[in-house]
């Protein structure tokens, strides 16, 4: 008899971390024993991401020459510029990674070591080079030169500054450091466990985080809060946000996008957080629609019995589309962005696997037909392929 299969790997525990909590059922989510509102009111970017590496905070004299490193390793070759640059302008963006993440590693002093010392030296260079990748296709899609990473600055200033050529508002860079921190690390998601999998092989950092970002790229995992823009932007207005919750939801069902997680039956932690940031963006700003409308339509979902009963409450995607939006960056590069924050998580599961390495290599129950019997080609009836 067959073992009970679990569709997705429901339920099945597949290893051990020290990484983070996540507690869908209280609503909770932690780093390596710090509460995520914590780090979110307090930490860096970077901060956080000695924190996954190291299992514990860094003093200041760490963290600044953490900091120092990821910035002073985030430049890109100028041959993998040029390649960027002959990339199509409406290519997917992170289509586009996927393809200049590989190609670092033709570029990387560390390539052919596989050693744990110098993957956690890719990693440091991964974290700044994928921040300036996405910067510098932002600018090169535009027809606009990009601009080398500064030295002096935190990853996301850095990011708005080769963005913008401006030094960065302090609104924006401490709502897109709160973004970064929030989304660095989330237990074992489809990314992750992709990038665990490749690891076990014994296969190098960079196809480990191709892969990641090949399984983030699907909508299913890493599109949400896109979706959730594009919902904001067909709705268009505050005004209409009644209408277009009785028409669409109340009448056809239509799903909230950004409303509802897989693993959260309580209010997403990182949710709270993002929405004020947003409100401080919308008002910084001068530009309040878009936060109006995901406000209205939040207050419009929770008013209903069917929403109410189902425990359904909004995610980190549904405000952080609005903080993006907001700090003026494409729809399409929302999951970059993601990228740029979760390689801290995905490069700490790397290490961990690495350390305590076994090829994963789950079973898999076959449900077709037995002892068919071989029949020649020329006898073979002609079957419908349709």
Not at 118 to 126: D, E, H, I, Y
Not at 266 to 280: E, I, N, Y
Not at 368 to 377: A, F, K, N, R, Y
């Amino acid at each position: 008899m067959s073992e009970q299969a679990n569709r997705g790997l429901e339920g099945v525990v597949v290893g051990e971390t020290r990484t983070s909590l996540v507690d869908g059922a209280a609503g909770k989510l932690s780093y390596g024993g710090y509460r995520i509102e914590d780090l979110a009111a307090h930490a860096s970017f970077e901060e956080v991401v000695f924190l996954l590496w190291h299992n514990r905070l860094p003093g200041a004299a760490e963290l600044e020459a953490l900091r120092h490193d990821i910035a002073g390793n985030a430049s890109l070759p100028a041959d993998l510029l040029k390649q960027v640059r002959a990339f199509p302008a409406e290519a997917d963006p992170m289509a586009v990674l996927e393809s200049a993440v590989a190609a670092l590693s033709f570029h990387d002093v560390d390539a052919a070591d596989n050693s744990l010392e110098a993957s956690r030296r890719k990693a440091v260079r991964l974290t700044g080079q994928i921040t300036t990748l996405c910067a510098a296709w932002i600018r090169t899609r535009q027809g606009e030169d990009p601009i080398a990473p500064h030295s002096d600055l935190s990853l996301a200033q850095n990011f708005l500054y080769m963005v913008r050529g401006v030094e960065p508002d302090e609104t924006a860079s401490a709502a897109l450091n709160v973004y970064l921190v929030l989304l660095a690390e989330h237990g074992m998601n489809a990314s992750t466990f992709t990038a665990r999998v490749v690891t076990a092989t014994e296969s190098d950092i960079h196809s480990a985080v191709v892969a990641a970002i090949g399984a983030l790229k699907g909508p299913a995992h890493g599109g949400a809060n896109t979706a959730a823009m594009n919902m904001f932007m067909e709705i268009g207005d505050p005004c209409r946000v009644a209408d277009w919750f009785s028409d669409e939801v109340l009448d056809k069902r239509r799903r909230i996008m950004g409303i509802g997680h897989r693993v959260y039956k309580a209010l997403d932690p990182r949710a709270s957080v993002l929405k004020q940031h947003a409100r401080a963006l919308a008002a910084s700003t001068g530009n309040s629609k878009w936060f109006d409308i995901a406000e209205k339509l939040e207050l419009a979902a929770r008013a209903e019995d069917f929403f109410i009963q189902r425990r359904l409450f909004p995610n980190v995607d549904y405000y952080s589309a609005i903080l993006l939006y907001t700090i003026d960056l494409d729809v399409d590069m929302f999951t970059p962005l993601f990228v740029m924050s979760r390689i801290a998580g995905w490069s700490a599961h790397i290490f961990e696997q690495k350390r305590n390495n076994r090829l994963i290599r789950p079973k898999v129950n076959y449900i077709g037909p037995l002892d068919l019997e071989w029949e020649p080609v020329a006898e073979r009836p002609v079957r419908s392929t349709g």
